[in-house]
């Protein structure tokens, strides 16, 4: 994996690239970096060796009549598989490397060769003759990509350390994306929080013509668009897991395995540990005195199962808060996912022994059904005119406030069983007159209860820039109507999970802390060909009443012990009370007269109160995400202002 970077003008001579903004993604990689400049085009590149560690892996990369030039940041697994397709249409190579499969692909297929990619990858190749910038990005969105435009230049980079600093000024933040990253704890693509800069979407390609200056974007894969295929078996899944896992171990440098007790990491090992030459490496987290969720004698049984080294680290609450402030800017963008210190810890021990690629388990919860609320969504939705029914008799007495709040509480309480709290948390959703009508019940009912109470998010600090805010403003993402046919929703909720939670939170959060140290982190679960046939067979027969994960298990259930294909889901948990109040104590005071303040995002008597130690109505997590938009901020708006003085 790598680091990219480019800009295209619409006029002559181009600004060309400098050593400096390749250097911000030196951490992406740190083995070899390279800039091609023609009139119009300047393309920058950090590489992270993998495959080839020959120079001949440089890149820019060029076809010998230099007509096109790629900069390319992933891996395509079955490159060897396309490379044999495209030697049987007469096209030579000269290196070993995935990244000259992928440029002359595109050279050979045009856009229909993303068709033939299984990986992760976000790339840019440049015609220089027609004065074209094609981009795109994989299936899931695991590799970034970030661009700005205006009426001079198209920007693009990895990552906002790299995209900021040449750009003409420095972004104000979008209060409608902040908005919604009070409420998620991420910013849900395409937005950015960043004022005129946007994400290209997973599974989309881009044109830039750059002599009309037009710039359009098309979406390339679906999961909606996946038929049924009733022949596909349990046993066919299985195949393709073995074979997505395999594909996952080429490399020419060592591979490692992120290793918790759960079923997806500790699947990925087994099937792994097959196939590789020698024992892998297994990496765990911990945390002091080894609380309840600290999962790592049970990891440590599984490596001793599997004949795996095992190595552990352990993080203490000191180490989060002292080490915060960079985190921040480490992150690239906040995503304020508690468990993200001990996702960037495993990787960064990983360096320390010397790996550079590690698989990973993520995935697994959004493909086989590894969260109950998203089973809980469906049904919602499914049944949704029995809802609506009782709603409609009970909506006259929603004026009563008391009535209101006895209902919402009933949602949450632990005092009753846990089915008619769901019941009455779906219910909620239907007689909350704040929830749009007309789209899919998602987020009322999986998320926080910001959702179905969401107008309170910004209670008594939101300042004057938000005030244009809508109140539906947090459920853009997941305006899509209804399918209207019962049996399409179980496909239409994983494609929204999918193009929210996995794509915005999991997949941005876990590469840029792998990126950050230079690990390569690889996902096994997130296979096309693996996740095509389980949507295939899914549509014919629906498992999400099934049971956590029972596909998966049921696949599982003789490469691993008993006890862990039986083990429920238990998350990536770390001592949130102490870490998130350590953040609080330490840095809630640099509110005051800070960026959020300044651009009116925050009032200014609220940073005063919540510096005092006052919360306001404000939960743990929501300070948590107001202090961490603040130093993120803080720190890109330095790194732009440095750059205009280097």
């Not at 979008?174 to 009070?182: F, G, L, Q, T």
Request: glycine share 6%.
């Amino acid at each position: 994996m790598c680091g990219i970077i480019g800009k295209i003008s619409r006029y002559a001579p181009v600004l060309v690239l400098r050593e400096a903004d390749i250097g911000r993604l030196k951490h992406r990689g740190p083995d070899d970096q390279g800039i091609y400049s023609d009139d119009y085009a300047s393309l920058g590149h950090t590489r992270l060796s993998i495959l080839d560690l020959s120079a001949n892996g440089h890149q820019p990369m060029f076809s010998e009549d230099r007509r096109y030039c790629i900069v390319y940041n992933g891996e395509v697994y079955n490159y060897l598989e396309v490379k044999e397709k495209l030697k049987a249409e007469g096209v030579s190579f000269y290196t070993q490397s995935d990244t000259e499969v992928v440029l002359k692909a595109y050279i050979q297929w045009g856009k229909n060769c993303l068709g033939y990619f299984r990986g992760m990858f976000s790339f840019a190749v440049w015609d220089s003759r027609e004065r074209l910038l094609f981009t795109a990005r994989d299936r899931c969105g695991e590799k970034p990509f970030i661009y700005y435009m205006d009426d001079e230049y198209f920007y693009f980079a990895s990552e906002f350390k790299a995209l900021v600093p040449m750009l003409p000024q420095m972004p104000r933040l979008n209060p409608s994306a902040v908005d919604m990253y009070m409420h998620y704890q991420y910013t849900p693509e395409p937005f950015t929080l960043l004022e005129g800069v946007e994400k290209l979407p997973a599974a989309h390609y881009s044109m830039l013509d750059q002599k009309n200056w037009e710039y359009k974007q098309k979406e390339y894969w679906s999961l909606l668009d996946i038929q049924a295929d009733s022949s596909i078996t349990k046993d066919d899944i299985k195949e393709e897991l073995h074979d997505a896992v395999k594909l996952t171990l080429r490399s020419d440098v060592e591979v490692g395995i992120a290793l918790s007790a759960g079923i997806d990491s500790s699947g990925i090992a087994a099937i792994a540990s097959k196939h590789y030459d020698t024992p892998m490496q297994a990496f765990c987290v911990g945390y002091p005195n080894k609380p309840r969720y600290d999962e790592r004698d049970e990891a440590k049984k599984i490596a001793d199962f599997l004949g795996l080294h095992f190595n552990e680290v352990e993080l203490s609450t000191d180490t989060f808060v002292e080490n915060f402030r960079n985190f921040a800017l480490l992150l690239d963008e906040p995503i304020a996912d508690i468990a993200g210190f001990g996702h960037y810890s495993v990787p960064k021990f990983c360096k320390e022994k010397g790996i550079k690629v590690l698989l990973t388990g993520i995935g697994g919860d959004e493909v086989f059904w590894g969260y109950d609320r998203i089973r809980s969504v469906i049904d919602a939705n499914q049944q949704r005119a029995l809802f609506e029914t009782l709603a409609s008799m009970i909506n006259p007495l929603m004026s009563n406030k008391e009535l209101y709040t006895l209902l919402f509480k009933l949602s949450r309480t632990v005092k009753i069983p846990a089915s008619l709290r769901e019941f009455f948390r779906k219910l909620l959703v239907f007689v909350d007159q704040d929830v749009p009508v007309g789209q899919l019940i998602y987020l009322a009912v999986t998320g926080a209860p910001e959702f179905t109470r969401h107008m309170q998010v910004g209670q008594n600090w939101y300042g004057p820039a938000m005030g244009s805010i809508g109140k539906e403003n947090a459920y853009i993402p997941s305006q899509l109507k209804g399918p209207a046919q019962k049996e399409d929703i179980p496909i239409t909720i994983m494609d929204l999970h999918f193009k929210t939670w996995l794509t915005s939170n999991c997949l941005s959060l876990g590469d840029r802390v792998s990126m950050a140290v230079g690990v390569e982190t690889r996902l096994p679960l997130l296979d096309v060909r693996l996740i095509e046939k389980v949507v295939a067979r899914r549509r014919n027969i629906p498992d999400h009443r099934y049971g956590q994960k029972a596909l998966l298990r049921e696949l599982l259930k003789n490469d691993l012990p008993e006890a862990t294909i039986k083990r429920r889901k238990s998350g990536f948990i770390p001592p949130v009370k102490n870490w998130i109040n350590g953040i609080i104590e330490r840095y809630a005071n640099e509110l005051q007269k800070g960026h959020l303040v300044e651009q009116g995002i925050l009032l200014p008597e609220a940073a005063v109160e919540l510096a005092k130690g006052n919360h306001l109505s404000i939960n743990q997590h929501g300070l948590y995400r107001i202090i961490l938009l603040e130093l993120w901020y803080s720190g890109i708006t330095n790194l732009y202002k440095s750059s205009r003085t280097s």
